[in-house]
């Protein structure tokens, strides 16, 4: 075998004849394993993922332990408010997890939206319970008005959650201030007599209210008492401004005869009191057709017949049960509703009667 003694080269590496000994090979063997060991674990592979759940924490990192969530409504729309009259409605955050779930961010676009009710974020919704959010509508001006809540949240479902806004401003009716001056109402007769109505037909008479003060005057009612006594013509509450007139209609519809009495009780706001009353009477008399006619010239009369019909029937029979002398004759056995036709004859000194006289026809209201 042939020995060299001098330099030894190689193409991996140089190394003097000298220092090539086992010990050295050994070291290096050594080192050269142990970069290989290290290789070999980084390069592992990893396949599926059974056991490990991961999840977000506030901050975005993962975290093994976080739920879910769920808002409601998923949008909200306030409809019509009134400027300067804010509305508010409530937003749930539910929770439904075993695991709590902790909301990080609550960011609002549109500047006539607001929310409340979280506290100091982050804020942690929880396992199985729900965090209630104040969402606000305030708008400064008429017209619609859109928005948008943004929820971030470290939930395994979704990260960050979107509610929708929506509402309209409109604008606010003013009431005018109270006028100046003293309501005053007067009416044109504080009695109304109806005098005689038969029974079965109606009277009726006006009453005026009229607004003698310096201030619109309020009626907010008008009532009548007492059989038979009605008032209309008028809306209430019913507003006069000062100079201004009303009327009201009053009736009598009496249904049996005798004397009856009523009052008109008239509420407002007059200065000279709330209530002014007006007394009602009237009379129910039996219902009648008063006749009368002009005696015969030159005959010697005793007395006359008076015969009637009803309606367009041609059968006439006679009322008066002996000879009436005057020349006038009241029928009280008429109906409402009804036309009567009438004839008279007269009755001679030798009891002779005349030919009737023409027909007079009347209609009972």
Known sequence: MQIFNGPFHS??????????????????????????????????????????????????????????????????????????????????????????????????????????????????????????????????????????????????????????????GVAATTTPPPASGTATLSVNSTSVAFGNVPVGTKATQSLTLSSTGTAAVTVSSATASGTGFTVSGATFPLTLNAGQTATLSLQFAPTATGSDTGKLTIASNSSTGSSTAVALSGAAVPLSVALSWSAPSGDTISGYNIYRATGSSSSFQKLNSSVNAPVSFSDATVAANTSYQYYVTSIDSSGVESVPSNTATVAVP
Do not use: E, H, Y
Request: glycine residues 10%; proline residues 4%; contains cysteine.
């Open 11 to 168: 193409k991996l590496n140089t190394f003097s004849a000298g220092n090539f000994s086992d010990r050295t090979s050994k070291k290096r063997l050594s080192s050269l394993l142990f970069l290989g060991l290290a290789v070999a674990v980084a390069s592992v592979s990893l396949s599926g993922c059974g056991g490990l759940t991961a999840s977000k924490t506030a901050s975005g990192t993962p975290s093994a332990s976080a739920g879910t969530i769920s808002v409601s409504p998923g949008s909200v729309a306030f409809g019509s408010v009134t400027v300067g009259s804010p509305a508010t409605t409530k937003l749930a955050l539910a929770n439904s997890s075993s695991n709590p779930v902790v909301i990080s961010a609550l960011t609002m676009t549109g500047s006539a939206f607001t929310v409340s009710g979280a506290g100091t974020l982050p804020a942690t919704v929880a396992a199985n319970s729900t965090l209630n959010l104040n969402v606000q509508f305030a708008p400064t001006a008429a017209g619609s008005a859109t928005g948008q809540l943004t929820i971030a949240d470290n939930s395994l479902s979704n990260a960050s959650v979107t509610v929708a806004l929506t509402g309209t």
